[in-house]
């Protein structure tokens, strides 16, 4: 043993590094991939921006499709602005606090080998692997026909047209909320079991009660990794159809919603329509393209709020620590 | 080298008491521990322990890691009940009440008994902001009187002079010495009647120690201490009485100079003189 190391730090007895071909093969396929993916979305963000720039135009997303949603120099998109707007952030509004109040539960409150934690978890888990359309499924089933129906006998027992137990921004939004609830759980999780366990003992030993803990102590810490959740929430949120297609989006609206319990225009869903009910696939080709594009940039910006929001509290942080 | 160490059956057995020499004349004890046993799931980590401290005196608690010392610290102001799986069975009583009891408010407990950890555990917040949380959670709101208790319990913890400049600054930003006495002053700023300290100054350096030290030594005019250490040099330094336990067994409780001079049990000088552990 003891030879051989010091044979090999003589001058002339260093080994030649060898060329090691599986290191090579295995650096080039993870090169590769980020390539590959790179390429993927630059072919999909390129293809939509040159072929959509043209038709987007401060009319364009300024004006509704009161005059024909089928017509390049017509129609706009304001109304479907408005609505995917709308029901992302209220689906925020819904899932942050949910997904936070269970991610507390799960972390800080529950046994963490009980069986209603178990269940819980793997609940949340299965949630994550549903298919969309059947939460919209759900939605209708669950919100509409039951709250809705019920919240109409109790509200509203004389109308002639159900209030509530119809689609409508509301029960889109709850939909969605579901749906997202295992991302904002998750990334919340992690947050919370980073925190150094000293610094609830610390708290405790203090004489705070357990809430005191986790309002004063835990959750500011934690504060980063909530607002990413909310971040993965509403970039899956946005760019989803099938949640919301039995749940609130319609074909056409003639006004704005004013009220949770009214239907409204979605972007998602209007590409839909152009692409499948279109009179000419040619002649609305520009404006599908410059649908998804505003799709993309709302989402983009709205995601963008959110991650300044994150990156103030990081440097509030920071300088805490 | 191997030690045989001959363990006992667990019988029922007297508390250990300290001698009356060096206490208050009839004083009765402030913190009695009886027939205790703790288990971890299946692991019986106490094993019938009964001890009696008197207030206004640092004992130590020494011993092997994994002997029960910290376990049994924790046992004094509750903090094994946030462990799942902890099972706990005998008495604890500070001040003649049962602290296990089923009227015993915790959050009242933990006030008057006080805790420091091994590692240091300043909240990411200003050095102010640290200490004036405990008062807050005991309902103290006027700002002049939180800034006349931080100066206070900043002053008792040799602290005041090096940080009274950048109270307001981060609390993460001081060396571990000092972060270690922020959690000293945050722990004493709420007044408890007794400080359980787990191995305080094992992440610190000689010269820190040294001021860890000799701030136990000042605090013991006004709070009881109750001290796990690994350093049996630190407990001959700064305790009155030492205890000594091994596998989860309270083998002596004595005098600290009677402890480390002339120990009754062959087991405790072995430990002491450096021979195992």
Redesign the interface.
């Known amino acids: 043993m003891s030879t051989l190391a010091v044979r090999s730090i003589l001058p002339d007895g260093f080994p030649r590094a060898r060329f090691d071909v599986i290191s090579f093969f295995f650096t080039g396929l993870t090169g590769l991939s980020t390539v590959l993916i790179l390429a993927i979305l630059a072919v999909i963000v390129g293809n939509v921006v040159l072929l959509g720039w043209d038709t987007l135009s401060w009319r364009f997303v300024t004006s509704g499709t009161e005059q024909d949603m089928f017509d390049v120099n017509k129609a706009g998109v304001l109304p479907m602005i408005v609505g995917t707007a709308a029901r992302v952030i209220l689906m925020t509004l819904f899932v942050v606090p949910a997904g936070v109040i269970t991610a507390i539960y799960l972390t800080e409150y529950a046994?963490?080998?009980s069986l209603t934690t178990r269940i819980i978890r793997s609940a949340v888990n299965n949630l994550a692997g549903v298919p969309s359309i059947v939460f919209g499924l759900f939605g209708l089933g669950f919100f509409i026909s039951f709250v809705g129906f019920h919240a109409d006998n109790l509200l509203h027992p004389n109308a002639q047209n159900p209030v509530w137990g119809k689609p409508g921004l509301l029960w889109a939004s709850m939909t969605l909320a579901v749906m997202t609830l295992p991302v904002v759980v998750v990334a919340t999780e992690e947050s919370l079991r980073a925190i150094?366990p000293?610094?609830?003992?610390?708290?405790?030993?203090?004489?705070?009660?357990r809430l005191?803990t986790v309002i004063?102590?835990v959750l500011p810490?934690a504060l980063p990794g909530i607002l990413t959740g909310g971040i993965l929430a509403i970039s899956r949120a946005a760019g989803e159809v099938a949640p919301i297609l039995f749940t609130g989006a319609a074909y056409y609206m003639a006004n704005l919603p004013h009220s949770l319990a009214d239907q409204f225009m979605d972007l998602g869903y209007h590409v839909f329509i152009l692409s499948t009910q279109s009179p000419n696939i040619e002649k609305t080709r520009p404006i599908l393209y410059a649908t998804v594009l505003v799709l993309l940039m709302l989402t983009f910006a709205l995601n963008v709020i959110a991650i300044l929001v994150r990156s103030k509290v990081r440097r509030q942080?920071r300088?805490?620590? | 080298m191997r030690i045989d160490i001959p363990i006992r059956t667990s019988a029922p057995k007297p508390d250990l008491v300290p001698p009356a020499s060096l206490n208050a004349p009839s004083a009765s004890p402030l913190i009695e521990v009886s027939n205790l046993d703790l288990h971890y799931g299946t692991t019986r980590a106490l094993k019938n322990i009964g001890i009696q401290m008197h207030g206004h005196v640092v004992t130590a608690f020494i011993g092997p890691s994994g002997c029960g010392k910290s376990t049994l610290l924790r046992c004094l102001n509750r903090m094994n009940d946030l462990i799942d799986g902890v099972r706990i069975r005998g008495s604890v009583k500070i001040a003649g009440h049962d602290i296990y009891g089923k009227d015993i408010d915790v959050i009242e407990l933990r006030k008057r008994v006080g805790m420091v950890f091994q590692k240091s555990n300043p909240f990411p917040k200003s050095i102010y902001e640290n200490i004036a949380y405990g008062l807050r959670l005991h309902g103290i709101r006027k700002k002049s009187e939180i800034d006349a208790i931080i100066e206070r319990s900043l002053r008792a913890a040799a602290l005041w002079d090096e940080v009274k400049d950048r109270l307001h600054r981060s609390a993460m930003g001081l060396s571990g010495g000092q972060q270690q006495r922020v959690c000293i002053a945050r722990a004493i700023a709420i007044e408890p009647e007794v400080i359980l300290m787990d191995e305080p100054a094992s992440a610190l350096d000689p010269i820190a120690t040294a001021r860890i030290e000799e701030l136990i030594l000042d605090l013991r005019k006004q709070f009881t201490i109750v001290i796990v250490t690994h350093n049996m040099q630190q407990a001959a330094r700064i305790s009155d009485y030492t205890a000594f336990f091994y596998l989860g067994e309270l083998i002596e409780y004595d005098t600290t100079r009677k402890m480390f001079t002339n120990p009754s049990k062959k087991q405790t000088e072995d430990y002491v003189t450096g021979r195992f552990g």
């Open positions: 046994s963490r080998t150094a000293g610094l609830r003992e610390a708290s405790l030993a203090l004489g705070a009660t005191q004063k102590i810490q942080m300088a805490m620590q």
